[in-house]
Nanobody, 113 residues
Framework: QVQLVESGGGLVQAGGSLRLSCAASGSIFSIDIMGWYRQAPGKEREVVALISRVPGTNYADSVKGRFTISRDNAKSTVYLQMTMLKVEDTAVYYC???????WGQGTQVTVSS
């Protein structure tokens, strides 16, 4: 069983940056897909970015060119660097190993205009 704990959320002005971290209680070396998801008020949870063990990455169209996902297997940590933040990026951000069924509790990101 792997527990995921997100950190780094907060309040930022539009155009600003934040870096989210996801620390795993166990090794993520053998976990193929790690990802970040988000859920805005009144909306369904959506995928933001995925990273494979190889690694390869995939991004939602809405964040391409602004967000970067990375993973450090030695530290069992996954990151999401968010730049040029927009008001519409406001959501609770979740770290997950979706194929393995591991999810974090989420961290709030609020972008003000």
């Amino acid at each position: 069983q792997v527990q995921l704990v997100e950190s780094g959320g907060g309040l930022v002005q539009a155009g600003g940056s934040l870096r989210l971290s996801c620390a795993a209680s166990g090794s993520i070396f053998s976990i193929d897909i790690m990802g970040w998801y988000r859920q805005a008020p009144g909306k369904e949870r959506e995928v933001v970015a995925l990273i494979s063990r190889v690694p390869g990455t995939n991004y939602a169209d809405s964040v391409k060119g602004r967000f970067t996902i990375s993973r450090d297997n030695a530290k069992s940590t996954v990151y999401l660097q968010m730049t040029m933040l927009k008001v519409e990026d406001t959501a609770v951000y979740y770290c997950a190993a979706p194929q393995d069924g591991y999810w974090g509790q989420g961290t709030q990101v609020t972008v003000s205009s």
